[in-house]
Every structure is written in C-alpha cells, then in structure tokens.
C-alpha cells in the first residue's frame, strides 16, 4: 500500500510510518501544508494540529489549536474529493475530548458531543472531515491519553514520581481513557484493514481508570510513592483554563467498536501496560 501521514514526524507519526514501512508498504510524512501524494494513496492519514498542552491556553492559542486542525483537514478533503484516484480509507484524528467532561457513566462512540473547548475542537476536526465520506471510508479515531516513554503526556507527569512526591491530582475520581502507543498504532492499522470499521472510533483501552487509581500504579510501575497529590486549586493557579480540560475532568470511555468487532488489545490493564513502558 501506498500512506501518506499529515503529522507523520509526530509522537504518533513517526512510529505509525515506521511500523507501515518495516511491513513493507510505501509510508511518508507529508510536509506542513501539502496535499502532494495524496492522488493516488491507498490511505491518508491526518494526525497534524498544534499542541493543545503546550502552552497555556490564551485566545491566541485556542484559535491556533483549531485552525491548526480545520485548516489541514480541510486541506486534505478538498484534495481527496478532487482526486482522480480518492484512497480507499482516510484515517482522520479527533480525540475522547470529543464527548466533554464525564463523572463515572461508561461512554461508547454513539455518546453525543460535549460542550466545552475541547469538545468544540474534536467537533469542529471531525466535521471537515465528515465531507469526505462520499469519496472513500473514513474512520474518526478518538483517541485518549496515549502512554510512551519518548513524548506525549507521560513524560511531563515523571519528575514528581522520580522524587518521591506523585499522587492524583485534584479529587483522583476523575476517569483518565488510556491506550499503550503500541496498541494505538496497532488499533490504526487493523481499522485501516477492516472494511466494517467507519465513523468514530475510540482508541482507548477497555479498562479506563481513575486518576488516583492511574497515579497508583504509576508509582508501582516506577517503584515510588504515590500519596502526595497536586491540590485543584494549586493546578488552576499555575495552568489557568487547560488545568480543568485536562487534568480535573474526564471520561470513563471505552472502546465499544473496536472490542464488537474483534479487535485484540496486547495492554487491556494500566498495570501492564505502564510495566512494559518501565
């Protein structure tokens, strides 16, 4: 097959090129604001955005957040619905934000949207996208907090672990949908395989947790304490708007279509999962 990837020099990129190319299928990373290659792919992949973690959330970089995903997306479908030979799958990002903050209730792909900025963000990414579906097969992958050692958020939670002072933070009850990079690249490539798989996706593992339990078994994996916690109002402090959407709220999403339609997770339990990361 030929894939070309928009963000394919990203956390979830690169990895996702290299696992397409050492199966021996032809994968690129297309460049910031190209649609070279798409005419003629036998998949697109669209993981391209800015940061939302990486600075704290000014209007300036809401809109950048946004435009950064709309823009590319659109760019992508425009060059997909012109195209003389459309991919038989278009594999575009959102993420489990989709669904705004939960408490506790179980949510599958069918939950309807939320409406707070993260939400109005995976909405209005999905919604470019959606107008490519009568060109080829797309899959909404919704994706959650994705666990590696070399980026994404993982890193930035170790420092307080490594000196003996993790824990939860806020209330800890707040649901936190992971995934294992390793089954979030494999989860792609299987929905790209299987021709019943369409629509919204979530790429979560089936247990999702709850902060305190994930901080639990943080420490474990590192062989640290885990009783110290990062008080809410000391989080709003320091990061403003972002410390609510990201930190203090959450949802116990599951993955509802991929488990119906036979979809093997390798890391189904955070401890597994953060054991094999350490």
Request: aromatic share 8%; with cysteine.
């Amino acid at each position: 097959m030929r894939i070309v990837i928009a963000g394919g020099t990203g956390f979830l990129g690169r990895p996702l090129v290299a696992a397409f190319a050492a199966d021996g299928h032809s994968a690129s990373a297309l460049p910031r604001g190209s649609t070279d290659g798409v005419d003629g792919a036998d998949v697109v992949i669209n993981l391209a955005g800015e940061s939302i973690a990486g600075h704290r959330w000014s209007r300036e970089h809401k809109q950048r957040v946004i435009e950064s995903r709309v823009s590319t997306t659109r760019l992508l479908v425009e060059a997909i619905r012109s195209a003389t030979r459309p991919p038989r799958v278009f594999v575009s990002g959102s993420a489990v934000g989709y669904y705004g903050p939960h408490a506790d209730e179980v949510i599958t792909e069918s939950a309807p949207p939320g409406g707070d900025f993260l939400a109005r963000v995976c909405r209005a990414w999905e919604a470019e996208a959606i107008r490519a579906i009568d060109r080829t097969r797309l899959v909404l992958v919704r994706t959650g907090l994705v666990l590696e050692r070399d980026g994404g958020a993982l890193p930035q939670m170790l420092p307080p672990f490594w000196f003996g002072a993790g824990g939860q933070v806020g209330s800890g009850r707040q649901y936190w949908p992971w995934i294992h990079r390793g089954d979030w690249i494999a989860l792609v490539r299987w929905a790209i395989g299987n021709d019943a798989v369409d629509g919204p996706l979530n790429a979560t593992a089936p247990t999702p947790v709850t902060n305190k339990a994930f901080a639990s078994a943080l420490g474990r994996a590192m062989h640290r304490p885990a009783f110290m916690p990062a008080p809410a109002f000391a989080l709003r402090l320091l990061l403003g708007e972002m410390a609510d959407a990201l930190l203090l709220t959450g949802q116990r999403a599951v993955p509802d279509k991929a488990v119906r339609l036979g979809f093997r997770f390798r890391y189904e339990k955070i401890d597994a999962a953060l054991a094999a990361l350490f």
